[in-house]
């Protein structure tokens, strides 16, 4: 019979180590295949162990495999030559040897970031959201636990549909509303929905990102050119789109708002055709600086044709993974039938904080808040400039809306050049070029200068490195 | 001149009154396209208000693009025939009218439901996660606003790699984790990852709902049938697979855990060719009662042949919505290059409040708080059933693990019949057929008891409704 000294044992309980010099044994061969275990209660007299220990290592190499039972017969040890065989064959796995500790958590230091729309961590409501926290955390113990929707809680679907009639003049029901984890999951969604046999047109210059995202999930993805009203009809239809993905009331870079004029010749095109639609992305609709927010094309058309996005992730911080569509009614019964099954990817407890966020007014207020300071930064950035030395040979673009302004520049280095010159210097800018299809094509030494994320002291040193750098 | 009388002006502010008047003439046709507007400080004077009320009125107009300026010229009207165009070609739309009120948040109500994981809202953690957020919000300000990797934080993801050695006897580095909002998410991404060109396997019977993912984002994919050991070699070859997406430590519905000698044999398959991948779902192991962990296939791959995936929505709550997949090398060298574009979908706040919940030890009390409630819900519901009136005519199997049970009925009516008839007396319940490709050929009359989902005091009642459905 089996035996094996209990002495060796340390430290692991007694039927773990009965359960290893078994399993060590089958897989060495010395136990081969199909040979007939001890019954439990022989092999437990044999150890001088109680029978529940050998049960319990028994139950664990049968659970692994490493033997198999046969009804009224007893335990057998399974054929495990295929493992060896495995092993003698396959090289060990490199492991972590070799694997340089990967660097995407320690991103090159920057003193000044003028690419980032980072939210100042003094800008961040945190006292209220600890509190909404709180008080959910407090009162909604079963909602909390109850599985949302696909397309999210009605709760924060209602107050977003309060806040676009209030904020957007945009009137749409809760249940068009699509909560997702960002703009780049509702990206991947919109495509599962609208079809990967579409054509998707994306604005040059552009968010390379968006072009990506379409790439990514195997849609053709065509970029159209803009001319400074936006994007043509004679250039969508010749490329042959289907999805137009656009940013009408404030483009990013270009910082173009697209006139009702030119709005309205999309909307056409986007009739004149079944399948064809508008994704409008109103990202940072909320910081237009003088007057009205300009109208959001989903409410001039007339026919269902325009998607609707829009995020928190701009207004809030781009750490909180909460944005939103709105779909029109067709496509909101194709979501229905399609595309239900899938789980909200919005945890519930910031569903439900961001709907009394928003329903409780602090959205507002927030929003006012970050629009002053925005205002603010942009005007000490503008002002300071102007009167640096650099005032003469730069001309500063497209400031009235939005988070980020131009600083066309009279530079003659390259503008790979000029990127790397300021990073050497600590100062993180982006150039207009990096936004184009094809950065020959586009406007050279033109800095996209995003104040946003940068603090209100931080502001002198911005304009030092400018003036180092671009002087 | 324009005139416009300023008595109808209403509660809105004059410069919006005047955008309002202007642009109604301009969109009526009675200013044409094309006319000069008046100089601001001659319109200004003949209406009687402040220059700058006329340039807020101008600025709005022009943002929206309903007139143009030239420079030194001045303010001239657009040309929006195509306005009146649209208007008149299309009707209205449908908008609200006749939009039935969605029910997709008002689900049809059970007394009883077995087939839920909704955690119980006594178990979930509330307290401690509020003290953690209340920390996290109060002394990670600053990382709270710093955009994660695509990756997710580094903490959490040091974090689940502790866990995973300790729990699971897997060693891997922090930088081989993706965390992301739902597993179905990940699925999404894994699909980026290694192509849709290739063919997917998931196993038949199993959650239909993985088979809907690949279908939706246009990967192919096939069902491969299970023997009593898990999918064989042969059908995966048959079926000509690239990637099989796998349950070995714990099969949705069945139970069934792979054994280790058919474990190599998938192995070797995978090592067998390029571009071949198990994916490991391990979405339950920490709910195994008796033994050890059965251990996970990711750590016997010699080659990097294994992705392993895990999440917290079931060790956690549903609603909290954090997975994550364990990458081999080669593929995360591959995620760095093709997908670290993309944001990290779950907000930095519950990530840093979850890699503080596993790393103080509260993940693991947590756990083996769940496991004994489930355990205890378990022999409870075992017991009721096998002292009630329908325990000679039943069979329970596959106890031993998870969330769930199978109870084996005598019963002559279809699974269809059977589903409508529970749910007619209260009771919701699921079918072993219903994770079938086929439901024909599958074990008939087999319900799926999840008994997670239920309180304790919900027992009696749901054992009475099981014998009055049953018996």
Redesign the interface.
């Known amino acids: 019979m089996l035996t094996y000294s209990l002495d060796a044992k340390k430290g692991v309980l007694l ?2 180590y009965i359960y290893e010099c078994i399993k060590k044994d089958i897989l060495s061969g010395k136990i081969k295949a199909g040979t007939k275990l001890p019954s439990k209660r022989a092999f437990a007299e044999n150890l001088g162990v109680s029978t529940v220990t050998v049960e ?1 290592a028994y ?2 190499l049968m ?4 033997i ?1 039972s046969e009804a009224k017969k007893g335990y057998y040890a ?3 030559t ?2 060896e ?3 003698s ?8 040897a070799g ?1 340089a ?2 660097n ?2 320690e991103p090159q230091k920057y003193s000044v970031d003028l690419t ?1 729309n ?4 003094e800008m ?1 409501p ?1 006292t209220i ?2 509190k909404l ?2 008080e959910v ?1 407090n009162e909604k ?2 909602e ?8 999210g ?2 709760e924060l679907r209602r107050a977003i549909s309060e806040h676009l009639m209030q904020f957007r003049g945009i ?1 749409v ?1 809760p ?1 068009q509303i699509i909560i997702g ?2 703009t ?2 509702l990206y ?1 969604l919109l495509i ?1 929905l609208l079809g ?1 046999d579409k054509i998707y047109a994306v604005e040059n210059p552009g968010y390379r ?1 968006i072009y ?2 379409y790439k ?3 849609a053709e993805c065509v970029y159209i050119p803009m001319d400074e ?1 936006g994007a043509t009809v004679a250039d969508i239809e010749h490329l042959g789109a289907d999805v137009l993905h656009i940013s009408p009331s404030h483009h990013f870079p270009t910082g173009t ?9 999309l ?2 095109w986007a ?1 004149s055709a079944g399948g064809r639609y508008i994704i409008e992305d109103d990202y940072d609709s909320e910081f ?1 600086f ?3 927010p ?2 959001a094309m989903f409410g001039m ?4 044709k325009v998607i609707y996005m829009n995020t928190f ?1 701009k207004s809030l ?6 944005s939103y569509m709105v779909l ?2 067709e496509l ?1 019964e194709r979501f ?1 039938e ?13 569903q439900y904080v961001l709907a009394d966020f928003i329903e409780k007014g602090y959205f507002e207020k927030h929003i006012n808040r970050m629009r002053n300071y925005c205002r603010k930064q942009r005007d000490a950035l503008i002002k300071q400039i102007s009167e640096s030395k650099i005032a003469g040979i730069t001309e500063i673009k497209e400031e ?1 809306a939005g988070l980020h302004f131009l600083l066309k520049t009279r530079l003659n280095i390259s503008d790979e050049e000029l990127i790397k010159k300021t990073a050497d210097s600590g100062l993180r800018i982006s150039c207009l070029s990096q936004y184009y299809e094809n950065p020959k094509d586009a406007p050279q030494h033109t800095l996209i200068i995003n104040y946003s994320g940068i603090s209100e002291a931080k502001i002198p040193e911005a304009v030092r490195l400018l003036c180092e750098c671009v002087g």
């Open positions: 039927y773990e319990n139950g664990q659970a692994e495999g490493y198999y399974t054929d495990v295929g493992i065989e495995y092993h064959k396959n090289t060990t796995s490199p492991q972590m694997f500790r990967a995407d958590t980032s980072k939210a100042d961590s961040f945190f959201w600890a926290l709180r955390i113990r079963e909390l636990m109850d599985k949302a929707p696909a397309g809680i009605f009137e029901s249940e984890a960002g780049e999951y991947g599962q990967r990102k990506n995202i990514s999930n195997n009203k708002v697209m006139p009702v004029d030119r709005r309205y010749e909307l056409k009739n237009r003088s007057g009205k300009v109208p058309s007339a026919n269902d992730t911080a781009s750490t909180v993974r909460i029109p009614f909101i229905k399609n595309l239900s099954f899938y789980s909200c990817t919005v945890s519930n407890f910031e009235d």
